[in-house]
């Protein structure tokens, strides 16, 4: 047991996929895992712990924005020896091509502030996903036939932005799309030595205003949860 997290040692795989949502976690555990089990509930952050063709997998909620994650990536890292993470999202859409539905494999998160920026100073560390994680993830979306996207996305500390100034410049250095958790996954899997990505599913488009009916958000989502352990076992 962590402060966070009620699971007893063991109970935790060293595979574990972070969608914000803990009722997200709940029906990508139901639907995706064979014997899942709850092994989590402190706060109501659910996580799950079960096998995906064969394979142990824990699917924990991050809750959203990095303050959350972080507490939880940095417990499943030093407490129960989590060794890949990966998060599962939604994001805003930040550019023409991308559109609703379609997946981003996120490359690089760029950041203003992260809860580990205090450590770096002037330096602007450069966040990245773990390269075979990347590179397997786009091989099982392109197997999918599922439309991806990959390069860069900007975790945002805000989901109600009051600086377009910013979104704009994302927008002119090529940035796919925002959301608000994989910088700081990024950096703690790096200070760890441990491997990390971001699948994500653009919910909302930042420019034409589209959103994602709730309805559709399974089905879409599923793509995601599928790419993501797919890529977390080959
Ligand atoms: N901003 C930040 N995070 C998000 C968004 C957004 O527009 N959509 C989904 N996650």
Redesign the pocket.
């Known amino acids: 047991m962590t402060v966070h997290i009620g699971a007893k040692s063991g109970q935790i795989a060293e595979t574990v996929l972070m969608p914000g949502d803990p009722y997200r976690a709940k029906w990508a555990a139901q639907t995706f895992l064979e014997g899942a089990e709850l092994v989590n509930e402190v706060r109501g952050m659910l996580g799950f712990t079960g096998t995906y063709k064969g394979n142990r997998v824990t699917i924990q909620g991050s809750g959203m924005g990095m303050p959350s994650l972080s507490i939880y990536a940095n417990e499943l890292i030093r407490d129960y020896n989590a060794q890949t993470l990966i998060r599962i ?4 859409g930040m550019q023409p091509q991308v559109g609703i539905r379609d997946v981003i494999v996120a490359m690089t998160a760029s950041t203003i502030t992260s809860p580990s920026s205090g450590i770096f100073r002037e330096l602007n560390f450069a966040p990245c996903a773990d390269y075979g994680l990347l590179s397997a993830a786009v091989k099982a979306a392109e197997a999918r036939g599922t439309k991806t996207h990959v390069g860069g996305i900007y975790s ?1 500390d805000v ?1 109600y ?1 009051e600086r377009p100034d910013l979104d704009e410049q994302m927008v002119r250095h090529g940035i796919l799309g ?3 958790e994989a910088a700081e996954l990024y950096t703690l899997a790096a200070r760890h030595g441990r491997r990390a990505l971001a699948v994500l599913t653009v ?2 488009h ?1 420019q034409t205003g589209e959103a994602l009916p709730s309805e559709d958000r399974e089905k879409t989502f599923g793509d995601m949860v599928e790419i993501a352990l797919e890529a977390a076992f080959t």
């Open positions: 999202g939604s994001c805003g945002s989901f932005a925002v959301e608000m919910s909302d930042l």
